[in-house]
């Protein structure tokens, strides 16, 4: 794929980050933590949905960096009244994924040839009950974690054109297309989502 930042490197600025956000970022780039929380058949249901979710999120290990949240109980210090704890509405999510996989293809999630139609259907439902739980509450978990995951790795910025932390070295040309020395203009024009 056609680089839209082409030149640009987050990396070249990590001198510039003080010594413990550095120490943050570029352990990200290392090998993904071992899988604790999930286990195997829902790291195998896992996997494949954040692929859809994320439309291949590349090198980011974001199951990984999930596995490692929930494994901690680093969670966002909140929750849906309506949802479980997020590990529990992970597991429950997944089991009802898989559960509908059955149903609609004879096997589980992973071996599925309609994994895409069976998320989509999730989102489809937006506020209506899905398994006993809010379907657009469970499209939330599951894209906040996974956002949370990819964007937070230097892989996903240097996609995006992203400078990386702004601490210490801050922001000097404030507006629109106004870009720091270090930054490339995006060479595309168009939307990579493809909206208009």
């Given at each position: 794929m056609e680089q839209r930042f082409p030149g640009f490197d987050v990396l070249a600025q990590a001198w510039l980050w003080d010594p413990v956000t550095a120490g943050v970022v570029l352990a990200r780039l290392g090998p993904p933590p071992p899988i604790r929380f999930f286990t195997p058949p829902?790291?195998?249901?896992?996997?494949?949905?954040?692929?859809?979710?994320?439309?291949?999120?590349?090198?980011?290990?974001?199951?990984?960096?999930?596995?490692?949240r929930l494994a901690e109980a680093s969670t966002d210090g909140w929750r849906y009244e309506d949802l479980p704890e997020d590990g529990q509405a992970w597991r429950d999510s997944l089991a009802?994924?898989?559960?509908?996989?059955?149903?609609?293809c004879g096997v589980g999630f992973a071996a599925c040839d309609q994994q895409a139609q069976l998320v989509q259907a999730v989102q489809d439902l937006g506020g209506g009950a899905w398994h006993g739980m809010p379907a657009g509450h469970v499209w939330s978990l599951?894209?906040?974690?996974?956002?949370?995951?990819?964007?937070?790795?230097?892989?996903?910025?240097?996609?995006?054109?992203?400078?990386?932390?702004?601490?210490?070295?801050?922001?000097?040309?404030i507006g629109v297309d106004r870009r720091e020395p270090w930054e490339v203009a995006d060479h595309h024009a168009t939307d990579p989502v493809g909206r208009s």
């Open positions: 829902e790291e195998a249901i896992a996997r494949p949905l954040l692929d859809l979710l994320l439309d291949d999120p590349g090198d980011v290990p974001v199951l990984a960096m999930i596995d490692s009802a994924l898989d559960a509908d996989a059955h149903d609609k599951w894209t906040r974690y996974a956002c949370t995951a990819f964007y937070s790795h230097p892989h996903a910025w240097q996609e995006i054109g992203f400078g990386g932390p702004a601490y210490p070295r801050g922001y000097k040309n």
